[in-house]
Nanobody, 121 residues
Framework: QVQLAESGGGLVQAGGSLRLSCAAS????????MGWYRQAPGKQRELVAG???????HYADSVKGRFTISRDNAKNTVYLQMNSLKPEDTAVYYC???????????????WGQGTQVTVSP
């Protein structure tokens, strides 16, 4: 199986920056995709940004130009650099990966526990 360890959340003022990290570990044979989702109180979980094993990235329109996703394949780690943060970015941020693990022929999705990001006005 896969374990995802997230870090980097916290409280920041509007306009500030935070960097989230997520390290995947376990019996991983291949990581196909890594991404970040977020869920604000009373709202559905939404995709923030994602990156493929080849480095292709995509972003939610609301974060384009402010957030940058990157990946260290050697460390099975994905990062989310968040700049120019706004109060509406406040949410629990979840790391997600699609990976093939030992003993399985097909990829599965795995989720981290989530890390709180709070942006004050």
């Amino acid at each position: 199986q896969v374990q995802l360890a997230e870090s980097g959340g916290g409280l920041v003022q509007a306009g500030g920056s935070l960097r989230l990290s997520c390290a995947a570990s376990g019996s991983i044979l291949e990581i196909i995709y890594m991404g970040w989702y977020r869920q604000a109180p009373g709202k559905q979980r939404e995709l923030v940004a994602g990156i493929t094993s080849g480095g292709a990235t995509h972003y939610a329109d609301s974060v384009k130009g402010r957030f940058t996703i990157s990946r260290d394949n050697a460390k099975n780690t994905v990062y989310l650099q968040m700049n120019s943060l706004k109060p509406e970015d406040t949410a629990v941020y979840y790391c997600n990966t699609r990976a093939v693990v030992a003993g399985s022929r097909f990829p599965s999705d795995y989720w981290g526990q989530g890390t709180q990001v709070t942006v004050s006005p």
